[in-house]
């Protein structure tokens, strides 16, 4: 069965430090990996997506197929990163997502 | 621009009741896909439209959920006898497309309580 395992709730790092958020999957197949991102008070919206390869707001995230995990990196956290993360799955034809239950990233100054 | 919008953005009912809960895309947008969140939750699946058709409604957790779409745009989730299990906001969410780099974007919620 299809899974999205976001093991840590809360994540506390202060300004400047890196922070990687963990995200694992299962998957029957090859499935594309996004990061959605919400804000205080804010919709949720997307921050990543792996088919894209891009770098959003300085975070990347790799996906690893021999480990099925999609983390979620920054190398220098700033104050207004903190948010609620969700990893997300998505089978290749997009007709659903399967979301984790999300982290919450709280970036002390 | 204006973006998807859900309507009541909150809503408290009874026990056994019928309830609505209305999702406008964005204006263009073919595909549409409805989520409910539990406290400390993400996000669950509940049914994907293409147009006017409900291509994947596999989320669907009983018969008393029913979502519709007539002309493709604006979309309806019915629950029928709400129980307090309900309880959740349920979003909605528009793309352009179902495609690797289209993008979903999210509605505010409707809060549902049932007492």
């Known amino acids: 069965a299809q899974r999205v395992t976001q093991p840590e709730k809360l994540l506390s790092v202060f300004k400047g430090a890196p922070v990687e958020l963990k995200c694992n999957y299962s998957?029957?197949?090859?499935?594309?990996l996004f990061w959605y991102v919400q804000y205080s008070r804010q919709r949720l919206q997307l921050l990543l997506r792996?088919?894209s390869r891009e770098s959003i707001k300085g975070f990347t995230a790799d996906l690893n197929k021999g480990e099925t995990s999609f983390h979620l990196k920054k190398p220098f956290a700033q104050e207004e990163d903190s948010a609620m993360y969700y990893c997300?799955?998505?089978?290749?034809?997009?007709?659903?997502?399967?979301f984790g239950s999300g982290t919450k990233l709280n970036v002390k100054p | 621009g204006a973006g998807v919008s859900q309507t009541p953005s909150n809503k408290v009912t009874e026990k056994g009741k019928y309830v609505e809960l209305r999702c406008d895309p964005i204006?263009?947008?073919?595909?549409l896909y409805w989520y409910r969140q539990s406290l400390g939750q993400g996000p669950e699946f509940l049914i994907y439209f293409q147009g006017t058709g409900a291509a994947d409604d596999s989320g669907l957790p009983n018969d008393r959920f029913f979502a519709v779409r007539p002309e493709g745009s604006v979309s309806t989730l019915k629950i029928q006898r709400t129980e307090r299990g309900d309880s959740a906001v349920y979003l909605c969410?528009?793309?352009?497309?179902?495609?690797?780099?289209?993008?979903?974007?999210f509605g505010p919620g409707t809060r549902l309580t049932v007492l």
């Open positions: 998957y029957s197949g090859s499935p594309e």
């Open positions: 997300a799955l998505s089978p290749h034809n997009f007709n659903k997502f399967y």
């Open positions: 969410a528009s793309s352009m497309g179902a495609g690797p780099t289209d993008t979903q974007y």
């Open positions: 204006s263009g947008h073919t595909a």
């Open positions: 792996h088919i």
